[in-house]
C-alpha cells in the first residue's frame, strides 16, 4: 500500500469542495443530468449578456457547442464585472527581472485594457474575428493586449517568445493576423534581450496579411521602425479614452487559437471558445487553487503556454483574485529567487513545473528555509509527470508539509485541469493525477472503449464533451477529426483520446504514464519530433533523421536525433571534427527554424535508420537505445536488421 498524504484541513478555512463526499455528490449530481449540472454552474458562474437557449448541441459531433445563443465577454467575466466590488483590488502584481514591481487593481487594469482596445480599434482598424499575434515578454501588457483583444472580439495568438522568426512567421501565416503586438525586448538575467528584430525577420517575407505592429517599449533598447507599418504602443495609448464599449459575443466565439505540437511537422492551431473556456478557467480555480478574496496567487509560467492563458491571465482574473506575473528566471540572481517572491507578497497558491522543481532543488536544495513561506496552502505542478524525489523536496521543504500538492493535468486542448487533486478533499498519492475533476468523465481504455485492467496501461479518454474541450484546430476541421477523434470509439462513438497513456489503480488513482504518440516533453513543452525533424533536414548535409527523446535529468525529456549524411567524412580524424562540426551547425538550424527550446541535447551520426521492409522508421527502437536499454524486441522483420548493433556502437563509443 502507498502512503497517502491527507489535506491539513486546518490550513484552510472556505473551501468549496470540503471532502470526498462532497466530491463524490458533484460527480454524481453530472452523472444523473450532465447537462443540468453544466448549466447550474453556467448561471451561477457567468455575467451572461443574454442567456442561451441550448446547453450542449451535439448536431454536429465531434463539433460541439455549448451555451448556444447565450453572449457574453470575456473581459467583462474577468475585469469589469468586477469594478462593482474590487475595483481597488490588486488584479495583477508585476515584478521584473531587475526586482522593479507594479500593481494594477482592477480599475486601472479596467482602463488599460479599454484603451488598448481603443487603440487597437481606432489606430489599427482590428474588428471582430480579426486575428492578432501576440509575440510578447512576461509583462503587464501581455495581459492587458490578450484581454483588449477579447474585449472587442479579435481572436489572439499568443506565440511564446522563445520560438524562433520561422516558427513565428508560419503561425502568423496560418492564422492570417492583422496585426502583431510585440515589445522592443525585456529583461532576462539582468540583461535586456530583444523581440521586435525576430518579429521584423518574421514579416520580411510572406505575412502579407499583416497590416501593423504594435511595440510596446519595455527595454527602450534600439530598434528598428518601418513607417506606416510599426507603432509605439507607449505613444498610441496617450490618446485613448479610456471607456470602450465591449462587444457581445456569442458562447461560441473563438476566444483564441494557441499553436501547438503534433504528429506532423506542422503545429496546431488550437481553438477555443468564449463561455465554455472561461466558465472551467474559473471553477478550476475555485475548485483546484481554492482561491479566496485575500490570496495571491502565482503562476510561474509563460503566457506563451495554455498555462500562462488559463492561470496567470484568464482563471485569476474571472475568480477575481490577485496574480502575479514575472518577468525573470527562478535562478536569477540565485535559486532563492522564487521564496523570496513567496515571501515578499505573501503567496498563497504557488503553481509551476516539474522541470523548475528539480531545477531549484538541485541548485539550492535548502534555499526555500531561507524565508518566510508560511503564507503557502498550495502547490501546483504541471506539465509532466513529477517524480518522487522532487515530490517529495517540494512537499517537505517548500511546502513545510504543510500544504496539499495538486499535479494538475491537462492539456492545450483541455483549456483546463481534468485530472487533479482538490487541494482540501483529496488524499494524495505523490506524483499521482488522482481523480478526474467533477464533469470530466475520464476513463482509461483500449482503443475500441474496453476498460484497462486495474493497474494496466491504457489510453486516457474523455468520453463526453466539456465546455472547456478545443473547438476545432484552426482552417484545419479534418486535423481536428483525425487528430483527437480519430482513435478510440465507445460504443460506436467517437470520443476524445489525450495522446496520453494511464493507468488505474485499486483505489481508482489515476496516473498518467506520458505520451503514446511521437510527441516529446521537454520542460513540460510538448515539442513534435516531427517538427525537429523537418527543422534538422534543412542542413543541406542531412539525407534522413530520426528525433526521439531521451530521459534528461531536469528537462524530463531530452531531444536526441539519430543523423544519417549525404556525404560522409572519410577520415576518422576528419570524421571526429567534421562531426562536431555539424552537429552545431543543425543545432543552430533548430534555433532558426524553431528556438532553442527545440536543441537537440545529443546526435549521433549514423550510415541508416532501422526501417522496417515498408520503409517506416522504427523509432521504438531507436528510444530504446536513446534510453541506453538493451534491445529485446524482435528486430528480425526489419529491412536491415545489422544497422541495430551499428547504431548501438556508436552510441556507446
Ligand atoms: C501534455 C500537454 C497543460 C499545461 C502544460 C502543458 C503532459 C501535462 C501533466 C501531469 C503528467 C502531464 C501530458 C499532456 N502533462 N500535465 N500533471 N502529469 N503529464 O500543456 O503543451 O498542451 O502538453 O503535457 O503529456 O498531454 P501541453
Not at 176 to 199: N, Q, W
Not at 453 to 478: F, H, Q, S, V, Y
Not at 522 to 544: L, P
Request: proline share 5%; hydrophobic share 40%; glycine share 8%.
Amino acid at each position: 500500500m502507498q502512503k497517502l498524504f491527507y489535506p491539513k484541513k486546518n490550513m484552510f478555512k472556505n473551501p468549496l469542495i470540503k471532502n470526498m463526499c462532497e466530491y463524490r455528490d458533484l460527480v454524481d449530481e453530472f452523472d444523473k443530468d450532465y447537462e443540468g449540472t453544466w448549466a447550474k454552474f453556467a448561471n451561477e458562474k457567468i455575467d451572461w449578456f443574454k442567456p442561451y437557449d441550448q446547453i450542449l448541441d451535439e448536431s454536429n459531433a465531434p463539433f460541439y457547442k455549448w451555451f448556444t445563443g447565450g453572449q457574453m465577454n470575456v473581459a467583462h467575466q474577468c475585469v469589469d464585472r468586477h469594478l462593482e466590488t474590487k475595483k481597488n483590488k490588486a488584479a495583477i502584481i508585476f515584478e521584473g527581472d531587475n526586482g522593479d514591481q507594479r500593481i494594477l487593481t482592477y480599475r486601472e487594469l479596467a482602463y488599460e485594457v479599454n484603451k488598448t482596445a481603443n487603440m487597437f480599434k481606432n489606430n489599427f482598424g482590428v474588428k471582430k474575428g480579426d486575428r492578432v499575434v501576440i509575440y510578447m515578454p512576461m509583462i503587464p501588457e501581455s495581459a492587458i493586449v490578450m484581454l483588449a483583444c477579447a474585449k472587442i472580439g479579435a481572436i489572439h495568438s499568443v506565440v511564446f517568445g522563445g520560438f524562433s522568426a520561422e516558427a513565428l512567421r508560419d503561425r502568423i501565416i496560418d492564422a492570417e493576423a492583422k496585426l502583431v503586438v510585440t515589445a522592443d525586448g525585456a529583461y532576462r538575467k539582468g540583461k535586456p534581450y530583444m523581440l521586435k528584430p525576430v518579429v521584423d525577420i518574421a514579416l520580411s517575407s510572406g505575412c502579407e496579411c499583416v497590416q501593423n505592429v504594435c511595440v510596446v517599449e519595455r527595454n527602450g533598447e534600439n530598434i528598428e521602425w518601418i513607417a506606416g507599418r510599426d507603432y509605439s504602443y507607449n505613444e498610441l495609448i496617450k490618446e485613448q479614452s479610456s471607456k470602450c464599449q465591449t462587444e457581445p459575443m456569442d458562447s461560441e466565439d473563438p476566444l483564441f487559437l494557441l499553436y501547438t505540437s503534433g504528429s506532423t511537422g506542422k503545429p496546431k492551431g488550437v481553438q477555443h471558445s468564449s463561455a465554455g473556456y472561461i466558465l472551467w478557467a474559473q471553477m478550476t480555480m475555485e475548485w483546484v487553487f481554492d482561491i479566496q478574496d485575500n490570496d495571491t496567487f502565482w503562476c510561474t509560467a509563460d503566457v506563451g503556454w495554455i498555462t500562462g492563458h488559463t492561470y496567470i491571465v484568464y482563471g485569476p482574473l474571472a475568480a477575481g483574485a490577485t496574480t502575479v506575473m514575472f518577468e525573470g528566471v527562478p535562478t536569477f540572481p540565485d535559486a532563492g529567487r522564487c521564496w523570496k517572491m513567496v515571501e515578499e507578497y505573501q503567496i498563497n497558491q504557488f503553481y509551476t513545473a516539474p522541470t523548475a522543481i528539480r531545477l531549484l532543488h538541485k541548485m539550492g536544495a535548502d534555499e526555500p528555509t531561507k524565508y518566510d513561506l508560511s503564507s503557502l496552502r498550495i502547490l501546483g505542478t504541471v506539465g509532466e509527470p513529477i517524480d518522487p524525489p522532487a515530490w517529495k523536496w517540494y512537499y517537505e521543504v517548500v511546502g513545510n508539509s504543510n500544504c496539499s500538492i495538486v499535479d494538475t493535468y491537462w492539456q492545450t486542448e483541455t483549456g483546463g485541469h481534468v485530472i487533479s487533486p482538490l487541494p482540501v478533499a483529496t488524499p494524495i498519492k505523490p506524483a499521482c493525477a488522482t481523480f478526474a475533476l467533477p464533469g470530466i468523465i475520464a476513463e482509461v481504455i483500449e482503443s475500441d472503449g474496453t476498460p484497462t485492467e486495474i493497474g494496466e496501461k491504457g489510453l486516457m479518454c474523455i468520453t463526453k464533451p466539456w465546455p472547456a474541450m478545443i473547438r476545432t484546430i484552426w482552417n484545419n476541421d479534418e486535423r481536428f477529426i483525425k487528430s483527437y477523434f480519430g482513435d478510440c470509439k465507445k460504443e460506436g462513438k467517437a470520443i476524445y483520446f489525450s495522446g496520453d497513456g494511464a493507468m488505474i489503480d485499486e483505489d481508482g488513482y489515476i496516473t498518467i504514464t506520458g505520451r503514446t504518440d511521437d510527441v516529446i516533453n521537454v520542460s513540460g513543452h510538448r515539442m513534435g519530433t516531427a517538427e525537429v525533424e523537418s527543422a534538422i533536414k534543412k542542413h543541406d548535409n542531412v539525407a534522413s533523421v530520426a528525433v526521439v527523446g531521451k530521459p534528461h535529468e531536469i528537462k524530463g525529456e531530452g531531444i536526441f536525433a539519430y543523423v544519417v549524411l549525404k556525404s560522409v567524412p572519410t577520415t576518422q580524424k576528419d570524421q571526429t571534427a567534421e562531426e562536431f562540426a555539424l552537429a552545431k551547425e543543425i543545432n543552430a538550424m533548430i534555433k532558426t527554424e524553431i528556438g532553442a527550446i527545440a536543441l537537440c541535447d545529443g546526435m549521433i551520426f549514423v550510415s541508416d535508420l532501422p526501417k522496417t521492409r515498408s520503409g517506416k522508421v522504427m523509432r521504438r527502437i531507436l528510444r530504446s537505445i536513446a534510453k541506453g536499454e538493451k534491445i529485446t524486441q524482435d528486430i528480425s522483420t526489419l529491412e536491415n536488421p545489422n544497422i541495430v548493433k551499428s547504431i548501438e556502437k556508436i552510441f556507446n563509443s
